[in-house]
């Protein structure tokens, strides 16, 4: 598993992500294993977290959508 933090671009349909672009590579969704949501003080700001875990054709993704932030790679699982 590696943390990563980083910004990405989704691309979604029906709220729904079916694609992640980073790092100049898209990753195509195959299923959504998992969805939460968080909310707490983040570096002194109240923030909310959307949580989605995915099967990605580059394998297990955990990405968020945050209320401060927009879409972030949380990690990636080996």
């Known amino acids: 598993m590696k943390l990563l ?8 349909r029906n709220n729904t992500p079916y694609v992640i672009c ?11 294993l998992d ?3 968080s909310r707490g003080p983040w570096w002194g700001k109240d923030e ?3 949580y989605i875990l ?6 297990v993704m955990e990405i968020y ?12 699982f080996d």
Request: aromatic share 10%.
């Open 5 to 12: 933090l980083e910004p990405i671009d989704v691309g979604c």
């Open 48 to 50: 909310l977290r959307d």
């Open 65 to 76: 959508r945050s209320n401060l932030h927009g879409w972030m790679l949380s990690r990636m």
């Open 54 to 59: 995915l099967m990605t054709t580059s394998g």
């Open 35 to 37: 969805s939460w949501s």
């Open 22 to 32: 980073w790092r100049g590579g898209a990753y195509d969704v195959e299923s959504v």
